[in-house]
């Protein structure tokens, strides 16, 4: 049984994170079944470089297809049609059509796709934005701290 979290007060105090809140709301909407197939890794091979490496054994590489659009990374692939005379025994290799997404932070950018020995490797890197990055800010001071004098004029 799984228990429900509010995140409501952690939102009272934060602007602009409209898209984490979402992705939390979908992580516990999550079907476990869906995330079974088909399997994958996520490797971190650097600072800023990540490789998403997905098991797709029995697909060629015409039929995957990874595409990105609005931070959401997309691997899909169309379910290989048998042929009518083949008779299986066991049939223990999946060639059915999937869909897996993952989400992106901003700064993550798809730089490459490869195929391998039944492996689909996907390369991405972390690119941050000078206007992202820190920066020092200097701090100014007045030449005269003193607060300024109000001059009375007598009344006549």
Do not use: H
């Given at each position: 049984?799984?228990?429900?979290?509010?995140?409501?007060?952690?939102?009272?105090?934060?602007?602009?994170?409209?898209?984490?809140?979402?992705?939390?709301?979908?992580a516990a909407r999550v079907d476990e079944a869906a995330f079974s197939y088909p399997p994958y890794n996520i490797e971190k091979s650097g600072d800023d470089r990540?490789?998403?490496?997905?098991?797709?054994?029995?697909?060629?590489?015409?039929?995957l297809e990874v595409t990105v659009k609005e931070n959401v990374l997309y691997i899909?692939?169309?379910?290989?049609?048998?042929?009518?005379?083949?008779?299986?025994l066991h049939r223990g290799i999946a060639a059915r059509?999937?869909?897996?997404?993952f989400e992106l932070a901003d700064t993550i950018k798809v730089v490459n796709a490869s195929f391998e020995n039944g492996l689909l490797h996907v390369d991405l890197v972390r690119e941050v934005p000078e206007a992202k990055k820190?920066?020092?800010?200097?701090?100014?001071?007045?030449?005269?701290?003193a607060?300024?004098?109000i001059e009375h004029q007598a009344a006549a």
């Open positions: 049984m799984r228990t429900a979290f509010d995140f409501s007060p952690l939102m009272r105090s934060t602007i602009g994170f409209d898209r984490v809140s979402r992705l939390l709301d979908a990540y490789r998403i490496t997905m098991a797709v054994a029995g697909f060629a590489p015409e039929q899909t692939a169309k379910g290989r049609e048998d042929k009518a005379e083949t008779q299986y059509a999937f869909e897996r997404r820190p920066r020092q800010i200097t701090i100014e001071t007045r030449a005269n701290p607060a300024p004098q």
